[in-house]
Every structure is written in C-alpha cells, then in structure tokens.
C-alpha cells in the first residue's frame, strides 16, 4: 500500500481553530430589510421569523450562510424584505449575543428582544418569547408567558 505524502485530513481542510473571535463591524438596517427573532425552525432552510414590525413572515436562509452559520430558535437576525412576496423574507446575517445587546442600547430593536446566550438556557425557555406580553410592555407572570409558547 502506498504511504500518505501529504498533509492533509479534516482538520488541515479546516483550518486552525485558535479560539480568538474577531470582532466584526456592526451591520445596521437599510432600506428594505428589517429585525426579526427566530421563533420556529420549519426545515429546508426555512424558518418562521417574528419581526419588530409585528409581523410574522417565513425567513429563507440564503446560500452564501446555509452552511457557515447556525441558526437557532431564538437568534436575532437581520431579513431582506421581498418586493413580489409579503410573507417572505432572505435571512442577511445572525447577530450574536454582543451585538444584540449593542442593538438594543442603541435602541434599534426592542428590549424584549433578547438572544439566548447559552445553550442551557436556550433548552429550559425553548428561545421563544411571549410576543403578546412583550409589546404591551408588561412584565407578565408565568401562567401569561407560558400561554403565548408554541411547543
């Protein structure tokens, strides 16, 4: 059997992984495009996204992020309206936990609008928020925020 000469395998396909995360600029809302969170992940690269305007649209993830970027129930993303559909949208980009609260400091989404920051958390509340609670502003108990889960 001949011998391997090259460097190769997964990892060296890969790159090295040295665990530095670059901080990267914050990339705001034009014309056309809007907030959502994620409430629901429906397959197929399809996702059921709540939007600060109040509106529930279906969200596609477009190819150039399909696989580079995980998407879960819970994330704060950034949507491109369509023209010719209404109840779709293109998933831009993913904010992580930093930016969203860069976000919400500058008061360019909502403060109920939240990104789980881990996955302990994201497994016990199930990323969802109580959307009906959250734009009256109340507080709400428990028994108000467990009616408005999907689950």
């Given at each position: ?15 090295a ?29 399809r996702?059921e ?8 649209r ?48 500058d ?11 881990d ?33």
């Open positions: 059997m001949p011998k391997n000469k090259g460097a190769g395998g997964k990892s060296r396909r890969r790159g992984g040295n665990g530095e995360v670059t901080k990267r600029e914050l990339v705001l809302k034009e014309e056309g495009q809007e907030y959502g969170q994620i409430t629901k992940n429906l397959g197929n690269s996702l996204v709540h939007c600060v305007d109040g509106v529930k279906i969200g596609v993830i477009r190819g150039a992020i399909r696989r580079k970027i995980w998407i879960c129930v819970g994330d704060i993303v950034l949507v491109g309206l369509r023209d010719y559909e209404d109840g779709k949208v293109d998933v831009l980009s993913k904010y992580n936990a930093d930016e969203t609260k860069q976000l919400i400091k008061k360019h989404i909502p403060p109920h609008m939240q990104v789980n920051e996955e302990q958390q994201s497994n016990q509340q199930g990323g969802l928020v109580d959307w009906t609670t959250a734009e009256d502003g109340d507080a709400g108990s428990d028994a108000d925020s467990d009616a408005g889960m999907v689950g």
